[in-house]
């Protein structure tokens, strides 16, 4: 149980298109999503959290113009990357937490996106 | 500031050989953390969660610790396997922002056949 899928797994775009990533809790209800961005050989760095129903809540320095997050349904949360830069290519997760339960139980994690902005 | 670090970046190790993993954390205030295997290119495998009040966890040769009061956590893997190969994330739960993880760099394990 507690899958969590992402799509797409990976995808190139050129500089100033937008990019849609999906992210899916297939077995549970998730009120919250979180959105991670891994640079390579960096950490994962929450980027914003997303919650069902509302306006996302973003990080110090992530600009929430373009990366657009919709978290419309208890199971899917959506990251659009608008106007992409070469800059933006990266490594993309998301996770989800199950409704109901606490901050101290487990994030399930998607497979991750790998974008490359040409 | 919160961060989380692990040492060393990288491991390499003779298949057999027992291993250990080592995370620390700057603020012993946590709800729990996390240790995770990254495969190249892929997601996130959750091996061992340890509750805040937990002192360690097991599953199979995997074996992680917590020490709290130090800011530390260990991940024991007996008996390394090439299998193994792949980055081990450690990340700590503060409770802050709903819950999200805090992650370390990780350290990248290389078990040799």
């Known amino acids: 149980g507690a899958v969590v899928s992402q799509h797409p797994s990976r995808v190139i775009c050129k500089s100033g298109t937008s990019v849609k990533i999906e992210c899916r809790s297939l077995d549970f209800q998730a009120t919250t999503m979180f959105w991670y961005r891994q640079f390579p050989k960096k950490s994962l760095m929450l980027m914003a959290t997303?919650?069902?129903?509302?306006?996302?809540?973003?990080e110090q320095g992530v600009e929430k113009d373009k990366f657009l997050i919709n978290h419309a349904s208890l199971t899917l949360s959506t990251l659009t990357v608008t106007s992409a830069h070469p800059e933006d290519s990266s490594f993309y997760i998301c996770s989800a937490r199950a409704s109901g339960q606490g901050h101290n139980s487990p994030l399930h994690f998607g497979n991750g996106t790998r974008l490359t902005v040409t | 500031k919160q961060e989380v670090t692990q040492i060393p970046a990288a491991l390499s190790v003779p298949e057999g050989e027992n291993l250990v993993l080592n995370c620390s954390f700057t603020?012993?205030?946590?709800?729990?953390l996390q240790w995770f295997r990254q495969d190249p290119g892929k997601g996130l495998t959750s091996l061992l969660l340890i509750q805040s009040s937990q002192r360690e966890q097991t599953s199979g040769r995997l074996n992680a610790s917590l020490d709290k009061s130090s800011g530390r956590s260990t991940l024991y893997i007996a008996a390394s396997q090439p299998g193994d190969s792949a980055t081990y994330l450690c990340a700590v739960n503060y409770g802050g922002s709903q819950g999200n993880l805090i992650f370390g760099k990780g350290t990248k394990l290389s078990v040799k056949p």
């Open positions: 997303s919650n069902e129903g509302s306006k996302a809540t973003y």
């Open positions: 603020d012993s205030a946590i709800y729990n």
